[in-house]
């Protein structure tokens, strides 16, 4: 039987000759009446406190549920992050290395160009100058055949003269004529 305050102030008792006195058993029972319903009040108070603390707690192990699940996505996304970060620059380090070796090659082929051009421009400058010595000894060759020419066609005293300086005039340096050139 499920006892109340207001049962126990009502709750009555058959009579008997020899009972006990009314007044001390109502006065006991309301006071019984009195702090079973303070005891009722404070379990019910209790159990809202309770109730209040375990909402408290789902919600605080939701939150927790929800920051450990926000917890391994971090650590999964930093992992991701730093994965893909490695990629990246393992990526990049591979490009660099691609490029500089296409530079280091590009410079290598502008390099033998460059030589066999200065090898070809030394050959043009060689035949060059032998075109010019040639041209030089045969212009040479013809200032002495006319020298000579003069010479053999006998005139005065003077002309001789006049030949043996233009004789010492004809006398052709060929590396001077060169130098001069270049």
Known sequence: MKFTPFGIKNQ????????????EVKTFLEKL??????LQNDNEKIKSE?????EELKEYKRIEKNLQS???????????AVDSAKKQT???????????????????QDAN?????????REEKKLLLA?????????????????????????KKNIQKENDRIEEQTEINIDDILEKLL
């Open 131 to 155: 075109r010019i010595k040639a041209l030089i000894n045969t212009q040479a060759s013809l200032l002495e055949f006319d020298v000579e020419n003069i010479e053999t066609k006998p005139k």
């Open 12 to 23: 009555e008792f058959n009579r008997t000759v020899r009972g006990y006195d009314r007044d």
């Open 50 to 54: 309770i109730d209040k603390i375990e």
């Open 33 to 38: 009446s009195d702090e079973f319903e303070k």
């Open 90 to 108: 393992a990526l990049i380090i591979k490009e660099g290395e691609l490029k500089a070796a296409q530079i280091i090659e590009n410079a290598k």
């Open 70 to 80: 926000a917890l391994l996505s971090a650590a999964e996304s930093s992992t991701k």
């Open 113 to 121: 160009l460059i030589r066999d051009s200065v090898l070809k421009l």
